[in-house]
């Protein structure tokens, strides 16, 4: 199977589960779609590049603040989570690189943490973190009982997982702020 092919199928059954799962979740409806839209465009162009486009992380932390107004959720704490979600990643690359030396986390990830932040605040940060945390190490567990070998300084897009964080968060752990 091509990789292209192999992309769709594990983001569809990555996100299939949470998207049924919808339906015996409070979240509004049509909000929900625009997230996962957005969610499930930037999982498919971390996959293939290994980035996360600015345009993509624009449109995260736009319509997140858009969603929290139009819900009438509290807007200091998702201004404040799209601040910390930011800072969070920019301080945990420079840690790294003063460790190792070389860069280790994208910028995108921490612009696309700003626009998680944006959606669920900043009590919806550590479970997104937690869950795109365990999915990646989840992946890699697989991999290796598969037989394929993890090098240490091999890149993986880390995007795909952060999007199931934040789509499970928004379904089922934030319900304090919206």
Sequence with gaps: MRKVETAHIIVAVVFLVPLVALMFSRAPVM?????????????????????????????????????????????????IGAVVGFAF?????????RLRGRAGIGMGDA????????????VGLPPILFIASMAGLGAILIKSIAGKRHERAEQMPFGPYLCLGLWLTWLYFNRINI
């Excluded at 996959?47 to 200091?76: E, K």
């Excluded at 612009?111 to 900043?122: N, P, R, T, Y």
């Design 89 to 97: 990643i920019v301080l945990l690359d420079l840690a790294y690189r």
């Design 31 to 79: 909000v929900s779609f625009v997230l996962y839209a957005n969610l499930y465009a930037l999982a498919l162009y971390d996959w293939h590049s290994f980035r996360l486009p600015n345009l993509l992380n624009a449109s995260l932390l736009i319509t997140g603040f858009m969603g929290t107004y139009a819900l009438g959720g509290d807007m200091v704490a998702h201004l």
């Design 111 to 122: 612009k696309f943490l700003a626009g998680a932040g944006a959606w669920v605040g900043w």
